[in-house]
C-alpha cells in the first residue's frame, strides 16, 4: 500500500482465493517486523512476525515473506475466508524495546 | 497470550471536559506501554511512550500539557485528554511489550472511541 490519508488501498479477492498484501518499510535498521489485523472498532490482533535474519515464515493459513535488500514485506493468506476482511497493517521496530511503526494499512474485503 | 485491556471502549464528553482512559496488562507486567491514536482511515500513530515510574515521551506534535499520561505501576497507565474539543475524536489504543525476552510482540488494547460533542 502506498497511499495514506483516507484512502485505504484496498484488495479485493474471492472467497477461496489466496490473498497477497503488500508493505513497504522505511527504516533499514528494523529488524523484527509484524503483521497485524484489525476489525472494524477494534484494537490490532496479532498475526505473525518475522525477524530481520530471516525471509520466509509460515503459520497457519498466513506465510510472510521478507525481502531487506528492497525493503519489503508480504503476507500471504491461503484460502481466504469470509472472516479474514479487515485492515492488515504491518509494522515495523528498529530497536529492542521501542514502539512499533505501522504502515499505512491494506483493507482486505472478501467477496462471496 | 498476554492481554491488555483498555477502558471505556467508547466514550461521548462535551467540550472543555476531560477524559481519562486505563490501560491494563492484565498477566504481565509492562514496564513501557504505548499510546496511540487512529483518525478513520488512517494508520496508528504514536503519540508517546509511558514509562513506569518516570515521565512520558511524547511524539513531535503531540502536546503533553493536553494528553496527560500517567504509569503509576507495572500494570497500568493512563491517558487523560484534558480540555477536549472536537478535533480530539478519535480512537485511542494502547498497546505493551513483554520486555526481556528479545524482541516479542505487542500486545493491543480494544481501543477506545472518544467523541467530543
Known amino acids: 500500500g502506498e497511499s495514506v490519508g483516507l484512502h485505504l488501498p484496498t484488495l479485493s479477492v474471492q472467497e477461496g482465493d489466496n490473498s497477497i498484501i503488500n508493505c513497504a518499510y522505511s527504516?533499514?535498521?528494523?529488524?523484527?517486523f509484524i503483521w497485524y489485523k484489525q476489525e472494524s472498532g477494534k484494537g490490532p490482533q496479532f498475526i505473525i512476525d518475522i525477524r530481520s535474519n530471516m525471509d520466509k515464515r509460515q503459520g497457519q493459513r498466513v506465510t510472510v515473506l521478507l525481502n531487506k535488500t528492497v525493503k519489503h514485506l508480504s503476507l500471504q493468506i491461503a484460502a481466504t475466508q469470509p472472516g479474514d476482511s479487515a485492515v492488515y497493517f504491518c509494522?515495523?521496530?528498529?530497536?529492542?524495546?521501542?514502539?512499533?511503526?505501522f504502515g499505512p494499512g491494506t483493507r482486505l474485503s472478501v467477496l462471496p | 497470550g498476554a492481554v491488555v485491556s483498555q477502558h471505556p471502549s467508547r466514550v461521548i464528553c462535551k467540550s472543555g471536559t476531560s477524559v481519562k482512559i486505563e490501560c491494563r496488562s492484565l498477566d504481565f507486567q509492562a514496564t513501557t506501554m504505548f499510546w496511540y491514536r487512529q483518525f478513520p482511515k488512517q494508520s496508528l500513530m504514536l503519540m508517546a511512550t509511558?514509562?513506569?515510574?518516570?515521565?512520558?515521551?511524547?511524539e513531535q506534535g503531540v502536546e503533553k500539557d493536553k494528553f496527560l499520561i500517567n504509569h503509576a505501576s507495572l500494570t497500568l497507565s493512563t491517558l487523560t485528554v484534558t480540555s477536549a474539543h472536537p478535533e480530539d475524536s478519535s480512537f485511542y489504543i494502547c498497546?505493551?511489550?513483554?520486555?526481556?525476552?528479545?524482541?516479542?510482540?505487542?500486545?493491543f488494547g480494544q481501543g477506545t472511541r472518544l467523541t467530543v460533542v
Open positions: 509511558s514509562n513506569e515510574g518516570s515521565k512520558a515521551t511524547y
Open positions: 527504516n533499514s535498521a528494523s529488524d523484527y
Open positions: 498497546s505493551a511489550r513483554v520486555l526481556g525476552q528479545g524482541n516479542t510482540e505487542a500486545f
Open positions: 509494522a515495523e521496530t528498529p530497536n529492542y524495546g521501542q514502539n512499533f511503526v
